[in-house]
């Protein structure tokens, strides 16, 4: 009975043993097949930079979710594949201290390891060397290995301070630095060089009242281990006149999981938010996120949508910015809150919509003016038509000379237009377009005939440059100024009062001595109404301008002012239209 008793608690210690060990790493499974993955299809199949993102995405996917064991497996594997495949003896030994880091028992795969990789291996394991100091940034290679002269002023020993002075940083998370110097610095530049990486690589830093500053993005923070950095101060001729740390002896800082310490922030601002993971990692791993990718530009870059700046970042006013923390909309100064952060773009997939449509309503204004309008000599070769008031019956007589029959010059009321709008940007700034619609309001036929008819289409080609920093990105007002040409008419209807030598008859006796009298100057005629219609056109070419406001960065109102000089019948008319255009 006694035996069997502690048959069965030691059953029960050895069960629980077993369940705790598993519950403590739940990934180990799904991370050891992501690594046989890595080595036996990419690496064997000589596709090293595959297998290294497949390898350093299982161990971010993992987190604090997998065993050390198989944590330094993965880096032991990362080491092979930098030192046997890629022949990166430098950065092995980066990947294989953190390794030994993560389980002093790490072995290594000798079967794929060749002698430099074995050595590499074995010097980092027989000094249990696993703080990840600053061994791979000594020498000449600190630019991927390339040697050659370093810049002036590299290594100069400077006083500038630097914020914050962390030492360690939640790994996916951007780290703004701001610095201050006393020396008469015009431009300043950040170098920093992730862990694992070959190259180092360079921000320029904004200036910004007293500060310089710029911000490492969360590319250079994705991996667990040591990231160097340092800044370096110029003068107006280019010299290096201060600096925080120098490329021989970097400020390092280290990336971790969790850390105690507050995260990095720019004065006076909210520290940034974590990235999502970017891992190479099918969407059934465990702790794996599908997600758009990012582009890469960096902290103070131009930028079209916050898809083309670098993990982290948000385009906000044309240039790639730590975004601004928000709950709802109102929270953001532009743009819409998207998944927490403030984004001028909304979060879109691709850089500005290039294809854009519209509807707009305009209306004609023409400048109208001239004597002896409704004569039969100024109806057949001036562009004007006159009626008798309220008709379509057109005055085709010759009305008492030098008496009434004058417009005095000025701006009328014309037609109204109604138009559908494409423009195609082909640039950042420039874009070409059409125009075509139906206008309204114009004269009766005109002619002895009726055969001189109102023409009622619209049609127009434009070019246009809008001004600003990649204007189709943002919210608010796009100005711009565009030039074209078209076909149309532009009729303006006026009132005249003539003088008729036929009282108003519409068909008089032409004979008649009272008819006569009144040609020659020895009668008074009739007062009589008639409507003149000025028909302008019906081509056209066109200077102008305007503005969008955009209520998104797709869509908006567009106040638009064409200027236009009519062809054959010459004249100008000024031309508003009000639209709504949307981008796809």
């Known amino acids: ?32 097949k992501k690594i046989d993955e890595a080595i036996n299809v990419h690496y064997l199949a000589t596709d090293f930079d595959k297998a290294e993102g497949v390898l350093t995405g299982t161990v971010n996917a993992c987190g604090d979710k997998c065993s050390p064991a198989v944590i330094a497996r993965a880096w032991m594997y990362v080491g092979i594949v930098r030192g046997s495949g890629k022949g990166d003896a430098k950065g092995a030994t980066e990947a294989f201290k953190t390794a030994v880091a993560a389980d002093p028992n790490v072995k290594l795969d000798d079967a794929l390891a060749t002698a430099e990789t074995k050595k590499a291996f074995a010097d980092v394991a027989g000094s249990q060397a696993g703080t990840g100091g600053s061994g791979g940034d000594t020498g000449t290679g600190g630019d991927g290995g390339k040697g050659g002269k370093e810049p002036k002023g590299e290594d100069i020993a400077g006083e500038m301070d630097c914020q914050p002075t962390v030492t360690e940083v939640e790994s996916r998370r951007p780290i703004p630095i701001t610095c201050t110097t006393e020396e008469d610095a015009v431009k300043a530049e950040l170098r920093y060089k992730e862990f694992g990486g070959e190259k180092w690589k360079t921000v320029k830093m904004k200036k910004r009242g007293d500060f310089f500053q710029a911000e490492i993005p969360c590319s250079g923070t994705m991996l667990a281990g040591t990231l160097r950095l340092y800044v370096r101060a110029q003068d107006a001729a280019g010299d290096v006149i201060d600096s925080y740390g120098s ?43 599908s997600g758009a990718g990012r582009g890469n530009k960096a902290w103070g870059s131009s930028c079209g949508a916050s898809s083309e700046c670098q993990e982290g970042l948000s385009c906000l006013n044309g240039t790639c910015e730590t975004a601004q923390s928000c709950d709802i909309n109102a929270d953001c100064a532009s743009g819409k809150c998207e998944s927490g952060v403030c984004t001028d773009d909304g979060g879109s997939g691709g850089p500005w919509k290039k294809n854009w449509l519209g509807f707009h309503i305009a209306q004609d204004l023409a400048i109208v003016g001239g004597s002896d309008v409704c004569s039969q000599a100024s109806q057949n070769n001036d562009g004007f038509a ?28 014309a037609t109204t237009r109604f138009m559908l709008s494409y423009d195609r940007v082909i640039t950042k700034n420039i874009a070409i377009g059409l125009r075509g619609g139906f206008a309204i309001g114009g004269g009766p036929a005109a002619g002895a005939n009726k055969d001189v008819k109102f023409l009622p289409i619209h049609g127009e080609l434009r070019g246009s440059y809008w001004f600003g920093k990649e204007p189709f990105s943002k919210v608010g007002l796009r100005p711009y100024i565009h030039a074209g040409g ?51 056109g019906q081509s056209f070419v066109t200077i102008g301008g305007g503005a969008m406001y955009a209520l998104s960065p797709n869509s908006g109102l567009q106040l638009n002012l064409n200027i236009m000089f009519m062809l054959p019948t010459t004249g100008q008319v000024i031309e508003p239209s009000l639209g709504y255009v949307f981008g796809i």
């Open 1 to 32: 009975m006694q035996r069997r008793r502690l048959s069965f608690t030691l059953c029960l210690a050895l069960v629980l043993l077993i369940g705790a060990s598993a519950s403590a790493a739940p990934r180990d499974a799904a991370a050891n």
């Open 247 to 289: 490329k021989s002896k970097p400020v390092e800082i280290a990336i971790v999981g969790k850390t105690d310490q507050d995260p990095p922030a720019f004065p006076d601002k909210d520290p940034p938010k974590r990235c999502e993971d970017a891992v190479e990692c099918p969407p059934d791993f465990p702790g794996c996120k």
């Open 386 to 413: 006159c009626f008798y008031k309220g008709t379509e019956d057109q005055y085709l007589f010759d009305p008492q000379p030098g008496v009434a029959n004058k417009i005095s010059t000025g701006m009328a009321l």
């Open 486 to 536: 078209g076909v149309a008419q532009v009729d303006a209807k006026l009132p005249v009062t003539v003088r008729d030598c036929a009282d108003g008859q519409k068909n008089p006796d032409t004979s008649s001595g009272k008819y006569v009298a009144c040609r020659t100057g020895n009668a008074q005629g009739a007062p009589l109404e008639l409507d003149a219609y000025k028909k302008l």
